[in-house]
């Protein structure tokens, strides 16, 4: 017996053959499949290491190729067309195209937030719908309709991660000064009284938050002052490269502008020992002594290249978008730091924001240079150096504590340490940062004393 369907019958009622159907899945999964590889490689490939929004917008129209391939090749190739996938198609074209033509910074990223995570919600679930409707193939439960829940997670993402960064802006104040160098605000936080001033000089992603611990223990000696480099914690980004001459030019404005004496004594944690060695060469009458903490090596040029935007770090530049839908938000905030309460909820809120990824991009991208700059420093002289590194490496690794020995002969007058610990548990760990604390004020009692600074 055969069944003869009218040909006014809607399509929706039409019975396809399982070739047809699979058919109309391989246009699919090949479709969705090309977006991904095409989001890749301009993400990857095209735009390697460009800004936020101009990464976000590539990956959007790379994404939006894959859904127009879906509405073209379906309709040219099969009976039943999926003419609804132009809709993301010319969402996320048009999405993709405002950003990287406008290029928005992130106060303007943030502000959109409260509008485009709603829409890109509202279209997973509009399209998720069609889908159901008249995409009669398993591609649609193995590609589809998971791609479309991706899409909507990461706008749920996108709107609690505005929610959330719009709170602590408003719940965590800067606890120290708004300085403004070169048209764009900087923090800087000081305490204490008495000389040398000593100031603080974060590693890579760092914030004078993540001082807390050490600035608290040295203020009770001696004015001490931590701030942060542009585009994180409390101060603006700029558009300036975020090599070393840059960022030791700023911070020589801060202090100024601010009403901070030197000479100082300059602490740098990790890259931010190349940064206080760029300082101290570029300025080297407003340097009284130094404390290195496991800093970066800066001689090493193969360590620099990496550091290119187009590089090994390349794929960097995605952590801004990542962090833009609330990825870094799922890190416990006992992953950040081992700071106490309340500072820690304050750097993990600093920290897990897409400008501070943004930021540390920046850096990252600019080590070649910086490193250079960094090398410029050959001497400090007589005055007090103290190298503070881990003891891990004085133990298992002799190519790495030799580049602490050669810290260490900048001066005639200087101390290479250990401390037990971790790398960043120098500065934020209880029992890690109490070697540091020890390290600062050695080097203060041999600047105000004009003594040899303590050798342990």
């Not at 008249?134 to 996108?158: E, F, H, K, M, N």
């Not at 801060?254 to 890259?271: I, M, N």
């Not at 390349?314 to 890190?331: C, D």
């Amino acid at each position: 017996m055969s069944t003869t369907i009218a040909s006014g019958a809607p399509r929706s009622t039409v019975e396809r053959t399982p070739t047809e159907r699979d058919h109309l899945g391989r246009i699919t999964v090949l479709s969705m499949l090309a977006g991904a590889v095409a989001a890749a490689v301009l993400v990857l490939g095209v735009f390697a290491g460009a800004t936020e929004a101009v990464i976000t917008g590539a990956a959007l129209i790379g994404f939006a190729a894959g859904w127009a391939l879906l509405a073209i090749s379906s309709t040219r190739r099969t009976a039943r067309p999926q003419r609804w996938a132009a809709v993301p198609a010319t969402v996320m074209a048009a999405t993709g195209s405002a950003l990287i033509l406008a290029a928005p910074g992130d106060a303007a990223l943030t502000a959109s937030g409260w509008v485009w995570a709603p829409v890109m919600l509202a279209l997973a679930v509009w399209s998720t719908a069609r889908a159901r409707r008249t995409l009669d193939t398993r591609a649609r439960s193995w590609v589809v309709v998971p791609t479309l829940a991706l899409l909507a997670v990461a706008s749920i993402g996108g709107f609690a991660q505005t929610v959330r960064v719009t709170r602590d802006a408003a719940a965590y104040p800067a606890p120290g000064r708004l300085v403004e160098v070169d048209g764009h605000a900087m923090h800087l936080n000081c305490a204490g009284t008495g000389s040398p001033t000593v100031v603080l000089e974060s590693g890579l992603g760092g914030t004078a938050t993540l001082w807390t611990r050490v600035l608290t223990q040295v203020s009770t000696t001696t004015r001490v002052c931590a701030y942060d480099r542009a585009g994180q914690g409390w101060s603006d980004a700029t558009d300036a490269p975020r090599d070393a001459t840059t960022i030791s030019t700023e911070l020589r404005t801060l202090l100024d502008t601010a009403g901070e004496s030197g000479p100082f004594v300059l602490v740098g944690h990790s890259v931010g020992g190349p940064y206080v060695m760029t300082f101290a060469a570029e300025h080297p009458d407003d340097v009284a002594g130094m404390v290195l903490l496991d800093a970066t090596n800066p001689y090493d040029v193969g360590a620099s290249l990496v550091g290119r935007a187009g590089g090994a770090n390349g794929p960097m530049a995605l952590f801004p978008s990542l962090a833009r839908i609330g990825i870094t938000q799922l890190v416990p905030t006992s992953n950040w730091s081992n700071l106490p309460a309340p500072a820690a909820d304050v750097y993990r809120s600093q920290a897990a924001t897409a400008e501070g990824a943004a930021n540390t991009f920046a850096e990252m991208a600019a080590y070649g240079p910086a490193f250079a700059q960094a090398q410029q420093l050959t001497t400090l002289d007589g005055r007090p150096l103290v190298v503070l590194t881990l003891a891990a490496k004085a133990t298992s690794n002799s190519a790495a504590y030799a580049v602490q020995q050669r810290f260490a002969a900048l001066s005639s007058n200087s101390s290479l340490r250990t401390a037990d610990t971790t790398h960043t548990g120098l500065v934020d760990d209880p029992a890690g940062s109490t070697p540091t604390v020890h390290a600062i004020l050695d080097t203060v009692e041999a600047v105000r004393t004009g003594t040899a600074v303590t050798r342990s």
